[in-house]
């Protein structure tokens, strides 16, 4: 059996089972809605024919905050796990700091972000670049480091200049590493950025799941949770492609 056929097996016995418990479960709809009934309110969501409140501004919203968060978080993650690895006395000196930080739940946090940015767009992606970027530094640290001395010295011995050593052997041999960084960076950016909206709850799918879980509305509920799962979904797709083309 193919991997892709397993996994869509596998998603198609958890909305079979989901159904059942809904439907023949002693369980309050208010609680549970079957997933042909979620799926429904996904139509109606993207088709505008539902009481979410303007759907497509705020997924505006929080793809901006994301595409915002993520490349900040990229962009800085990448040229500090440059710094780290190439000099080894600023990677002694601030890995053990990144590391603490990386420790502390990031969540205590944002009340500060919070003073400091208001409630608009900034603070949200602020804690989006502060929970995604620690694991993009290191992971790009620890790839560039891993690099085996031997093929550095092989293309030296083969002619290759330093631009053509870093970007014919050093960075496809840290690829695999820092693409899992990447990966992990965005996912993690995802979550940071719909915390920060269910925090300030004034716009993003993060207000609009808020918004329907205090108004009970469940299959709305339901509906703009497997909406908001769906960025990771596709991200991760964006990232095997990006591995295929990058890798071999």
């Known amino acids: 059996m193919s991997p892709n056929l397993a996994r869509l097996g596998f998603v198609l016995l958890i ?56 490349g900040i978080t990229v962009f800085l993650g990448v040229a500090m796990g440059f710094a780290f690895s190439a000099n080894k006395t600023v990677g002694d000196a601030f890995e053990p700091i990144l590391l603490v930080f990386y420790a502390i739940p990031k969540i205590i946090l944002y009340p500060i972000v919070f003073l400091m940015l208001g409630t608009e767009m900034m603070p949200k992606i602020v804690y989006g670049i502060m929970v995604g970027i620690f694991v993009v530094v290191l992971n790009t640290a620890a790839g560039l480091r891993q690099v085996e001395p031997v093929y550095i010295a092989l293309a030296r011995s083969m002619g290759y200049n330093k631009l053509e050593v870093f970007f014919k052997v050093i960075i496809p041999a840290a690829a695999p590493t820092m693409l899992a960084g990447l990966r992990m960076g965005f996912g993690r950016c995802i979550i940071g950025v719909i915390v920060g909206e269910l925090l300030v709850v004034n716009a993003g799918l993060g207000y609009l799941i808020d918004w329907a879980s205090f108004q009970y509305f469940t299959p709305e509920l339901y509906a703009l949770i497997l909406i908001t799962l769906s960025l990771g979904y596709f991200g991760n797709l964006g990232f095997n492609i990006l591995e295929n083309r990058w890798i071999k």
């Open 15 to 70: 909305f079979v089972v989901w159904e059942g418990f809904a439907r023949l479960g002693n369980i309050s709809p208010i609680l549970v809605a079957p997933p042909t009934e979620v799926i429904w309110h996904i139509l109606r969501i993207f088709s505008t024919f539902t009481t979410v409140p303007e759907f497509y501004t705020n997924a505006w919203i929080t793809l901006r905050e994301l595409g915002a968060a993520f």
